[in-house]
């Protein structure tokens, strides 16, 4: 009877121990990866500007429309996106690691604009 039991208690603590599975609607890691990226040089770009904060947060939020349309995101996709990612503290930590490994890559790279 106790083995029953226990059996019983086993498999119900593997079924409530089930994973949790990334709902469809979820931005895929590479993908938030690359609109986080453009993201946060959008902002960096809008906060630089000589301009007022609210002018500022103005066109960031333009810039931030622009980048939705790049990537094929609409704003409330990745608003969810990251709300999942942030429920996962480590995940976060892994996907904004891959963001400042790439905003290091592209400040190291020369501009071609530069060029004279």
Do not use: W
């Amino acid at each position: 009877m106790k083995v029953i039991r226990l059996g019983l208690f086993l498999l119900a603590i593997l079924f409530a121990c089930e994973s949790e599975e990334k709902p469809k609607h979820i931005l895929p890691e590479n993908k938030m990866v690359e609109v986080l990226v453009d993201i946060h040089l959008q902002e960096g770009i809008a906060s630089a500007l000589p301009i007022s904060y609210d002018s500022s947060q103005v066109l960031y939020t333009l810039l931030e429309k622009e980048i939705f349309l790049k990537h094929g995101v609409t704003d409330s996709v990745f608003t969810e996106s990251m709300r999942y990612y942030l429920q996962y503290p480590q995940k976060m930590d892994e996907l904004y690691t891959q963001v400042i490994d790439s905003l290091v890559v592209k400040e190291s790279k020369p501009d071609s604009q530069e060029e004279f």
